[in-house]
């Protein structure tokens, strides 16, 4: 860079990591929605591909109904979940966004080229 008579001296250097700004580093853990979100919530969310209640949940994964709904919750406030009552019960499902963040992660494992086991 040209420097004029009445300006100082200047060194200039390129932002360091600019060039692999915009690259996808793929995860190498086999485990990236439990490291995401935790085990227990990455198997919530991966058991709500068909709708089920926070009883049958907490059967399923050996968890006490209390903390399944208390993770239920914090994932459908994130938009994670959709709820819907059905009788006396409260049926979730994975949302759109849920949906994309499992199929995302499972993206994820196939380009590591890890089977997650």
Known sequence: MPIGEDE???ILYGARGSGAL???EPRR????????????RAGLLA?????ASSTE???????????VNQHLR??????????????RSVLYLRSELG????????RMLAEDGTNGG
């Not at 929605?33 to 085990?39: E, M, N, P, Q």
């Open 57 to 67: 949940l907490a059967r399923r994964l050996g968890v006490t109904t209390p903390a």
């Open 8 to 10: 100082p001296p200047m």
């Open 74 to 87: 914090a994932m459908r406030d994130a938009g994670l979940l959709t709820s819907a009552r059905h009788g």
């Open 99 to 106: 949906d994309a963040l499992v199929a995302g992660g499972g």
């Open 47 to 51: 058991a709500l591909e068909v709708p």
């Open 22 to 24: 915009w690259q996808v």
């Open 29 to 40: 853990s086999p485990a990236v929605l439990g490291d995401l979100l935790g085990a227990t």
